[in-house]
């Protein structure tokens, strides 16, 4: 016996609902930015793994700390003298700014993949972040660059005498910059972590070897 006219009708028709809810699904995030998370502490070599993702792999790379620097120098910027305090005294910025230069600068890329690096600090920033740009991105996990304290204060000093040009790059605020990873971003770390959203790398080795570790995450 065959089925009632029907049942075909109605099996078709379930078919087309799902695939439709497959591709409105897959619209929403597409229409989301991808985020990497890229955290560690001072030294660990953030900015020299984001150069070579984004060689590699074409994503974005925004800094949250080079983009408060750069706000601060832009003449008669109305965060310019707040920013500069904080970073001074290695505090955090408060999250709304940080939020709101982030979402302006993946705006203005009309590119889709982003590796933001320096940030969420702090669970203010965690909150701040889900509050405001939680909805529009798809966050795909967090690079953490694991590096004790001696190694990264070294290359830090080394930067500094080289002549990085960074009010930071000198033992006073490495101190104060250290003392809130510690307290401060390494919770957030570790929130993550319980999230299962943590890929760590070794960061004690040449930056080439932690490369090595850090391409099939992006492949």
């Not at 974005?60 to 305090?85: T, W």
Request: glycine residues 10%.
């Amino acid at each position: 016996m065959h089925g009632s006219p029907g049942t075909g009708t109605a099996e078709l028709w379930c078919m087309l609902v799902k695939r439709l809810l497959r591709g409105l699904q897959s619209a929403i995030m597409s229409d989301k930015y991808n985020v990497a998370f890229v955290l560690g502490g001072p030294g660990a070599g953030k900015g020299t793994q984001c150069e070579k993702i984004v060689k590699e792999f074409g994503y974005v790379h925004l800094s949250a700390g080079d983009l408060l620097r750069e706000e601060r120098a832009k003449p008669g910027s109305e965060f310019g003298d707040m920013i500069e305090e904080h970073i001074k005294n290695g505090t955090i910025v408060p999250v709304e700014i940080t939020c709101s230069l982030l979402e302006r600068a993946m705006k203005n890329s009309e590119k889709n993949d982003f590796l933001i690096d320096g940030f969420p600090r702090n669970q203010n920033n965690l909150e701040g972040w889900n509050k405001q740009m939680g909805e529009k991105v798809n966050l795909k996990f967090v690079l953490f660059f694991n590096c004790p304290l001696e190694v990264c204060t070294q290359r830090c000093l080394d930067r500094g005498a080289a002549g990085s040009g960074r009010s930071d790059d000198n033992m006073e605020s490495l101190k104060k910059r250290f003392d809130t990873y510690m307290n401060a971003t390494m919770p957030i770390i570790e929130h993550y972590e319980a999230l299962n959203l943590v890929q760590t790398i070794d960061a004690t080795r040449s930056p080439e070897e932690v490369f090595e570790d850090v391409k099939p995450l992006f492949s």
